[in-house]
Nanobody, 115 residues
C-alpha cells in the first residue's frame, strides 16, 4: 500500500511558478512509476507528467517545456516544477503511484492561475 500527500498548490499569476510535492509512504517507493494528473472543472482527469521507476519521463503536449517532473527516492518524494503558468493550467492536481496491478492517488491540491 502507498499513501500519498500532496503540497505546494496555490494561487499564482500567469507567468508565475509553483512547485508541487508528493510525499509517499507505506511501500517501496523506488519501484513505482509516479505521475501527476489534473482535473479542471467540467473536464476529465488527464495525465500531466509521469516518471518511471528508472527515471524515464513523459509529458502532456500542453506542458512540454514548462513543467518538469522529478523524483527523489531517498526522500520518497516526487515533484512537479511548473513554470510559465497559464490560466489553462488551473485544476486540481493529483499525485499517482503505479505498480501492477495497483494505482494509488493523493487527495489533490488546487492550482489556480489568475490575474
Amino acid at each position: 500500500q502507498v499513501q500519498l500527500v500532496e503540497s505546494g498548490g496555490g494561487l499564482v499569476q500567469p507567468g508565475g511558478s509553483l512547485r508541487l510535492s508528493c510525499a509517499a509512504s507505506g511501500s517501496i517507493f523506488s519501484i513505482y512509476s509516479m505521475g501527476w494528473y489534473r482535473q479542471a472543472p467540467g473536464k476529465q482527469r488527464e495525465l500531466v507528467a509521469r516518471i518511471t521507476s528508472v527515471g524515464s519521463t513523459d509529458y502532456a503536449d500542453s506542458v512540454k517545456g514548462r513543467f518538469t517532473i522529478a523524483r527523489d527516492n531517498a526522500k520518497n518524494t516526487v515533484y512537479l516544477q511548473m513554470n510559465i503558468l497559464k490560466p489553462e493550467d488551473t485544476a486540481v492536481y493529483f499525485c499517482n503511484a503505479y505498480h501492477f496491478p495497483n494505482y494509488y492517488w493523493g487527495q489533490g491540491t488546487q492550482v489556480s492561475v489568475s490575474s
